[in-house]
């Protein structure tokens, strides 16, 4: 009998503990540990925002995993220590005989002190509630004078690429919808070149052209230096933005527990195979956002797609491991979806892994791609949950 350890249950956690459990026999043991009991895809946030679906509804306990044979346990980690195989947790030590890493990602400490004091953060399914209702106060504020609202991209590499920018145009519609967005101005500012550095400058230029028909004015180059208590905005370039209301989306920075494990490389990140996800220590695997994938021109972008695939792959390499069977590798294939007005989405889609760029190109946006959206979050929950 063997018992493997899956650590985080989010995109790559998930997926790969099932794969475990697919491949190895009955007897053999997969525990997950997750500090979050909760279970939902990124984009139900934005949902939320816009009030098109309440999280709620995408949400699913963890708890379910057992329903499928996984082991769950509500844990915080507290150390790993990848030479024994083994974690310390709030609920006590494990060890096992080969282990998975999934622990997504966190943002820096500087990012955390913006949003102690005032800043919205996007990203935070805690954070929406007050920023829902922020952005109604805002826009009654707009009654007298204008309001400026900001969405500021605070650092890169941050999570799914176009999210910050749906959030936009999601804003955006709330506003009209409300009949109040004449009286609002909003700015969405980057400190990137172009919009989507990583699905090029054609993908960049069309979400541009998007985001200027709806009269959102988009800073591109602008890195945010500090944002003062009045709302002031301080960029890099020495320009300055005053926000009514400014939400913020965070830089991704690695979970403390995997920066200060043996398993950190560059910047505290696990930086495995590319291929097979396989870290320097035998039998340890790594997935999704905790790792840090180069490709020719940056690195494999921070979403649940890709974190999915690599918790796939390492799973089904762990399991060659310990019991034999076919090996697997990811060959750099994945997409993104960008959500636009009126129920449409486009994918930003292709091999990330190409030389010497990604060969990468967007779809057109139609309503089918939107169903099939919604289709790709149903078919997981229910595969993985029911
Ligand atoms: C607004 C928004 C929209 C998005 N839209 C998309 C999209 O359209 N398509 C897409 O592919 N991606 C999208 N994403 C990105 C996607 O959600 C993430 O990339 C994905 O969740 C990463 O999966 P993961 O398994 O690596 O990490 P996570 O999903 O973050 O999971 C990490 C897990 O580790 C656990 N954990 C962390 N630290 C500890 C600890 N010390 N102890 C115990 N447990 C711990 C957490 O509780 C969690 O269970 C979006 C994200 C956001 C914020």
Known sequence: MVHVLVLGGGFGGVAAAHQLRNLLSADDEVTLIAASDTFFVGFAKLWELGDVRPLAEGTRSLSSLENHRIRYVNAEITAIDASACSVETSAGAFTADGMIVALGATHPAKHATFFGTGVHNVYSAQALPGLKQALLAAAETGADENATVVISIL????????????????????????????????VVSTPQPITLPVAGPDASHFLSEQLKARGVRVLTEHKVEDIDSDGTIRFGNGEELRGSLIAGVPAAAPPPVVASSQLAADGGWIKPDPRTFATSFDRIYAAGDCTLVPTA??????????????????????????????????????????????????????NFYAEPRPDVVLSAPDAASFAAKQQWESQRLSEWFE
């Open 155 to 186: 650092g890169a590499p941050y999570l799914c690429p176009p999210a910050p920018f749906e959030a936009a145009l999601i804003v955006d519609e709330w506003l009209r919808q409300r009949e109040c967005r004449d009286r609002v101005d909003l």
């Open 297 to 350: 021109n940056a690195q494999l972008p921070k979403a649940g797609v890709f974190a999915e695939a690599e918790g796939r792959v390492a799973a089904t390499n762990l399991a060659a491991d310990l019991i034999g069977g076919s090996r697997a590798e990811f060959d750099g294939h994945g997409y993104c979806f960008l959500e636009l007005p009126g129920r449409k989405v486009a994918r930003v889609e292709g």
